[in-house]
């Protein structure tokens, strides 16, 4: 495992095979039940969307772009600005994919770098990941109970480029689920289930302060205690994929070791 998850209510979880039949039996519903979700608002917000739109863009497509290739996962944690300038100072393969999390695209973009997917719920500055959308990243959003209104304002705006729409649930024609729960997580879960070669973590702190890109606006306390048990679910799901073999590391441990 890549994270202490000992006394994690999730623990328990990290062994089990990485099925889509186990997230929903296992997993979905002791999220539900510690973070006190309804699951029907999340079956409501994704029928709802999915009345008018369906991903235009193919997970084969997707598991060609992806598979047996190192894919760098860049989160907005409050390290994220120094880990990503070391990457690109670093970087010396054509062949790597970049993953963005949700407002870390913001950041990428103000170096000139557009990555290669987006992973968001458009919590994040929206503009710079449509913008990111039209310079040839594909968009993989997502759809849960809390984000329905910004989900039916914005899909209209990202319907000429690629883009794949995600559910939690039970996925209906036209989505897809790729296991995971936060922006960040769900990332490392579609790179292990599109069989990534290597998978390398920039900006995931995961701790009790997040960075400047992750959220419009400071959180207040009972805000960053939710986020905090969001973060307890991550690390586990990690966990999760390192547990099923893909291989993951901290990027700051891999500069480290060069």
């Known amino acids: 495992m890549i994270f202490n998850t000992k006394e994690s209510k999730f623990n328990k979880y990290e062994g089990h095979d990485f099925t889509l039949n186990n997230w929903l039996t296992h997993w979905y519903p002791q ?10 608002m999340d079956v409501a917000s994704l029928e709802t969307i999915m009345k008018e739109y369906s991903s235009n863009y193919s997970e084969n497509d997707l598991k060609l772009k992806l598979q047996d290739k190192d894919v760098f996962i860049l989160a907005p944690g409050i390290y994220m600005e120094k880990e990503f300038d070391e990457y690109l ?5 054509k062949e790597e994919i970049l993953i963005c999390i949700d407002g870390a695209t913001s950041y990428a973009i103000s ?7 987006i992973v968001t719920d458009f919590d994040g500055k929206i503009e710079d990941q449509i ?11 997502h759809s849960h109970g809390d ?5 039916k304002k914005h899909l209209p705006e990202i ?15 036209g989505s897809s689920n ?8 769900r990332a490392v879960c579609l790179a292990t289930m599109m069989s990534a070669k290597r998978v390398f973590l920039l900006g995931f702190d995961l701790g009790p302060s997040i960075g400047p890109y992750s959220k419009p606006s400071p959180l207040d306390p009972i805000q960053m205690e939710r986020k905090t048990k969001k973060f307890e679910v991550a690390k586990s799901v990690v966990n999760w994929c390192v547990n099923n073999g893909q291989r993951i590391y ?3 441990n891999q500069t480290k070791s060069n």
């Open 178 to 185: 790729f296991l995971g729960f936060t922006d960040g997580d």
């Open 31 to 40: 999220i539900c039940d510690y973070l006190d979700l309804d699951s029907q």
């Open 159 to 173: 319907v000429s480029g690629n883009f794949i729409i995600t559910t939690q649930i039970n996925p209906l024609p």
């Open 89 to 93: 100072h670093h970087k010396t393969s």
């Open 131 to 141: 913008s990111a959308l039209e310079q040839g990243s594909i968009l993989v959003v």
């Open 111 to 117: 170096k000139n770098i557009i990555p290669d997917i």
């Open 147 to 151: 984000n329905l209104n910004t989900l």
């Open 250 to 252: 901290f990027y700051k």
